[in-house]
């Protein structure tokens, strides 16, 4: 899934917070749960992004937002 320019401040901003490997799985884990402003920080992708989503809403009994 490609990155947009605010995506690459946000995961910029996390590695200081997080460190290299713990930011980009919280940055995803954030696209991925639908914190809100996230969908600025990537472009349409493959489909795995939709596919996780489903399957996070379907485990956490969310409703899925098209």
Do not use: C
């Not at 920080?41 to 969310?62: D, F, N, P, Q, V």
């Amino acid at each position: 899934m490609p990155i947009t320019k605010s995506g690459k401040k946000v995961l910029r901003n996390m590695e200081k917070e997080y460190g290299k490997g713990k930011a980009k799985k919280v940055f995803f884990g954030s696209i991925v749960k639908g914190k809100k402003g996230s969908n600025k920080w990537h472009g349409k992708g493959s489909g795995k992004l939709a596919k996780a989503k489903r399957t996070y809403a379907k485990k956490h009994g969310k409703k899925n937002k098209k």
